[in-house]
């Protein structure tokens, strides 16, 4: 009584007071019902009538849906389109898409929440600090459960969207930054990365424990190739896609969680380590950014030294611009814009501009040039020697 895959019964997958019962015909489905309501009056406790529903859910959506009338405790059960189990809605038809926008709204909410203690642009806290909260408050929420799921790269890119959205909110940066850059100032993880730790570290719990009824399941699904998004079709493609040992090996030779969580880790935060810097590597606007020091983890020195005053934090979010090449100077405004803009720098009114004349030849902003400019020298010839500094940097627009 009850669904089986394969051999393997499936029929009733039950977490602490939660149940699903599944059934392929109508008259084992009843009698389930019927089962589970005589074994809650022989331990006393009630069924909620109204969180418990019933989904009828056709294989062939060419198939003549008829309505089934289910019944507990001689009442009729409610239908509905979807139910929620362990916090994953089952529906119908459009089950990602209809999870995703749960946990998109639900982010949001909680993001919305932390405004209250700083957690936005400009005026909160260093952009550092605010990652870290977005990481142990939203983050989870975001992606609670969706690492069962088999998402497709619509279902991604809803994802990807409002988590680049919020990092580039709590940096101040435009939309218009390039997406490497939102990610290395920060040493943020895109959000594919953030699912596929996961999806291994849920591999890792199901062979651990000691669900055989689950594990050969799964192994059936792989072997017969019932789908290419099977649970073990996807970790076996992000095991070869992080150079990590295939599962087959893995389930023999499985290491201890944590020692399993720290390979995965490393592995995932070296490759996306590279694909980033390699992207900003093609990006003319981020050639000020140094790239080859930034790291997965490790925030850019602009949010490292920054301390927490608004006013220093105001002054990080232009550097972070210049850094990023989305810091609009008066040339800028004057190619593009559709009236006539004299491109004058309007602190000296002197010439043209650009991020040559701001950061080397202002005379307005010599005072503060010249004070952080002793120290770079300072500490650049202490690494690379005076005759360096003189043949490398002998003129100012150099060191721009």
């Known amino acids: 009584m009850g669904q089986y895959i394969g051999t393997n019964f499936t029929g009733c997958p039950t977490c602490a007071d939660d ?15 019927d089962t589970s309501k005589r074994y809650s009056d022989k331990h006393r406790y009630k069924i909620h009538p109204t969180k418990s529903v019933t989904i009828n859910k056709y294989s062939n959506s060419k198939t003549t849906k008829s309505e089934v009338q289910f019944k507990l405790d001689d009442k009729n059960m409610p239908s509905a389109n979807q139910g929620t189990y362990l916090g994953i809605i089952r529906a119908i ?9 749960d946990r998109i709204s639900l982010a949001r909410r ?8 700083g957690v936005h642009g400009t005026n909160g806290l260093n952009p550092k600090t605010s990652y870290m909260i977005y990481r142990v ?15 497709n790269n619509g279902d991604i890119k809803l994802l990807r ?18 997406i490497s850059a939102v990610y290395l100032l920060l040493g943020a993880l895109p959000i594919e990365a953030e699912i596929h730790k996961r999806v291994l570290s849920l591999f890792h719990s199901i062979f651990s424990s000691n669900n055989e009824n689950l594990k050969k399941a799964l192994e059936r699904q792989y072997v017969l190739q019932t789908h290419e998004l099977t649970f073990l079709n996807r970790v076996a493609d992000l095991l070869c896609m992080y150079n990590l040992p295939p599962w087959t090996y893995l389930k023999d030779q499985l290491p201890s969680k944590l020692s399993w969580k720290c390979k995965a880790r490393e592995a995932i935060n070296n490759y996306w380590k590279v694909n980033l810097q390699r992207d900003a590597n093609s990006k003319t606007t981020l050639k000020f950014l140094c790239i080859p020091n930034l790291d997965i983890g490790k925030p850019h020195t602009i949010w490292n030294s920054l301390p927490p005053n608004t006013g220093e934090l105001r002054k990080a979010t232009i550097k972070a611009r210049l850094c990023t090449g989305t810091y609009i100077f008066q040339s800028q405004k004057a190619r593009f814009s559709n009236i ?9 009114q002197l010439e043209e ?3 040559i004349h701001f950061l080397t030849r202002c005379p307005v902003l010599e005072g503060i040039r010249r004070e952080s400019l002793s120290v770079i020298k300072r500490i650049t010839i202490s690494k690379i020697g005076l005759g360096n500094w003189n ?8 060191i721009a």
Request: proline share 5%.
């Open 19 to 33: 149940i699903i019962l599944l059934a392929s015909t109508e008259e084992e489905m009843q009698s389930m019902l």
């Open 93 to 101: 038809k459009d089950q990602n898409k209809t999870n995703i926008q």
């Open 110 to 117: 909680t993001a919305y929440s932390l405004m209250n203690v």
């Open 137 to 151: 408050y939203v983050l989870p929420r975001l992606l609670y459960s969706l690492e069962v799921l088999p998402l």
């Open 161 to 178: 969207d409002f988590h680049v959205n919020f990092l580039r909110q709590i940096q101040a940066l435009p939309s218009r930054t390039a």
């Open 340 to 348: 006539n803009l004299d491109a004058t720098c309007p602190i000296c």
């Open 353 to 355: 501009e650009d991020i």
């Open 391 to 398: 043949s490398n940097f002998h003129e100012r627009t150099c």
